[in-house]
């Protein structure tokens, strides 16, 4: 019976059959996960995601697909308010997962680099120095300089920026921001505002603009898309019209800016193309095609919507 469920030559076509039909009517499925693990194998990749963020659950998307073709299935581990990244990687590394993608991971370079000497580890969307690990990212810098560039086009020059918080994202997508305005000769115009990657770090970022009384700059760039929304929603309430006198950008072109009530510019990271640039990296390790570390950096283009407009004249 054996030699038939797996495909092994030996027993007669009849045989074969008669086996087969017993196998349908039982509703036997092979025990893949044994058979991996009698070849010291397991066949997945760990994904590590942000339970609350719109941006990796299209990651998740794509690597699930991504992973599929190449032979592998996901185990996903999650990180929450009240469960850590040490925790949800440890629940990875328990189902002997081959390699781990870790989405944006907050964990210091070092400590990805003793990880990885442990099983592949391959970060997206994150800057990893010294690159101790396979990175997969977009320029973040790039990104946030295109939504600058936008919205200098648009006319607008007291353009302010809601920070990301802690952690290497929020710091190149603030630098970027910081280099814009200084090549746009707006050095003196430089505003940020402290925030986070979530919808109440940006309303609390526009109760900063808008109700202690502050001038309320003629555009706002947000780190993220969900502090965009947290921003526009307080906006709304105040009164005050979005784009017509404040003009918004997000970051991540998630499918909460897509949305038609929503219609946010924001900057989009080739969400697909990260996480087949990961699963290949993920693969290559596994396989043993290479040993050394490398970063894969894709461009990010802006996705122009309903949220940005030219500035208000006598603004």
């Known amino acids: ?21 017993a196998a349908k009517v039982l509703g036997y ?22 339970v609350h963020s719109a941006f990796h659950a299209e990651l998740v998307e794509h690597v699930h697909s991504a992973a599929e073709r190449a032979g592998y299935d996901v185990v996903l581990s999650t990180t929450t308010r009240t469960r850590s990244e040490a925790r949800a990687v440890e629940t990875l590394l328990d189902f002997r997962c081959e390699a781990l993608v870790l989405l944006g991971p907050e964990a210091s370079a070092a400590a990805l680099g003793e990880l990885d000497r442990s099983v592949p580890v391959v970060v997206v969307g994150r800057r990893v120095k010294p690159v101790l690990v396979d990175v997969v990212r977009s320029a973040d810098d790039k990104g946030v300089a295109l939504a600058v560039d936008h919205l200098v086009a648009l006319g607008h020059a007291d353009i302010a920026f809601v920070d990301g918080g802690r952690g290497t994202i929020a710091a190149d997508r603030r630098r970027g921001y910081r280099e814009a305005m200084r090549r746009h000769g707006l050095a003196g115009r430089v505003r940020v505002v402290p925030g986070d990657h979530t919808e109440s770090g940006g309303a609390r970022a526009a109760r900063e603009l808008v109700v202690r009384g502050r001038s309320l700059s003629t555009a706002v760039l947000t780190s993220n898309d969900r502090a965009a929304l947290g921003l526009m929603d307080v906006l709304v309430r105040s009164g005050v019209r979005v784009p017509q006198d404040v003009s918004v950008v997000g970051y991540d072109d998630s499918s909460l800016a897509q949305l038609a009530h929503v219609d946010l510019t924001s900057v989009n990271q080739a969400a697909e193309q990260q996480a087949e640039g990961a699963v290949l990296a993920a693969a290559e390790r596994v396989e043993g095609q290479r040993a050394d570390a490398r970063e894969l950096v894709l461009e990010p283009r802006l996705v122009v919507r309903g949220t940005t407009a030219e500035v208000r004249a006598g603004a």
Do not use: K, N
């Not at 070849?39 to 995601?49: D, K, N, V, W």
């Open 1 to 21: 019976m054996s030699l038939v469920l797996r495909g092994q030559p030996g027993p007669s076509q009849e045989t074969r059959a008669r086996v087969l039909e």
């Open 29 to 50: 499925r092979a025990d893949r996960t044994a058979s991996l693990l009698a070849r010291r194998r397991s066949g997945l990749f760990g994904l590590l995601i942000d």
